[in-house]
């Protein structure tokens, strides 16, 4: 039972373009949703977060959309870069809950 | 500049065998979680510590054991590892509970076979 679901496990987009990266989620006390990024033989590490009490946040090229009513958001990344090129791990958590519910991830491939 | 590390990086067992896998870090968190990924699978929280406060999910196996002697480190103890156990393992930390005190930096991972 996925509470947090990445339903497309791979993503390439042309460098310079845009890249979205969706995430739905079913537990409706989720408050708090991150982004991970991993590259292959690291662990992930932090990009972006938001709190459900907002629907945008921006960090540079990265921007986070919460739409709590669909339970759906989205990391738009302008303009696509290689370096950008990794899996993306959308995860949530729940109100005074330790630890956090991640998605399977979805691998983005930036293509020259 | 390290700051969550994970000894060894890959570690091989035998079936049944008992294997511990260390953590540590320099950041001074009050928390560290241990969350196991298996193959083409979302990271699922197997427990945490908060301070020295041990936090067990619901559904992870009794096969499965922590200890956290002091803040820096912690351990991640399999009595009898079966093939189902192999997985990577991250561990990770967070400043402290709740809101955006909760984002959590992760080690490297710890790459577990089994055979």
């Known amino acids: 039972d996925q509470q947090v679901k990445q339903n497309s496990p791979s993503l390439s987009v042309q460098e310079g373009r845009i890249s979205i990266l969706n995430c739905d989620y079913t537990n409706s006390m989720f408050d708090y949703f991150l982004w991970y990024k991993k590259y292959p033989a690291e662990g992930p590490t932090f990009l972006i977060s938001i709190s459900s009490i907002k629907d945008k946040n921006e960090d540079g090229r990265f921007t986070v959309f919460l739409n709590k009513s669909a339970k759906h958001l989205s990391l738009h990344i302008v303009p696509s870069q290689p370096g950008d090129s990794a899996v993306y791990f959308c995860a949530a958590s729940a109100g005074g809950a330790d630890g956090l519910t991640f998605g399977k991830g979805t691998h983005l491939i930036i293509q020259p | 500049d390290a700051m969550v590390i994970q000894n060894p990086r890959y570690q091989v067992t035998q079936f049944g065998k008992p294997v511990t896998l260390s953590c540590s870090q320099t950041l001074n968190h009050n928390v560290m979680y241990w969350y196991q990924q298996k193959s083409s699978q979302a990271p699922k929280l197997l427990f945490h510590?908060?301070?020295?406060?041990?936090?067990n999910e619901a559904d992870t196996p009794d096969n499965f054991q922590s200890r956290r002697p002091n803040t820096s480190f912690c351990f991640l103890d399999i009595r009898s590892p079966g093939l189902g156990d192999a997985a990577m393992y991250l561990c990770?930390?967070?400043?402290?509970?709740?809101?955006?005190?909760?984002?959590?930096?992760f080690g490297p991972g710890t790459r577990l076979t089994v055979l």
């Open positions: 510590y908060y301070d020295k406060d041990f936090n």
């Open positions: 990770a930390t967070s400043r402290d509970r709740g809101g955006a005190r909760k984002y959590e930096f």
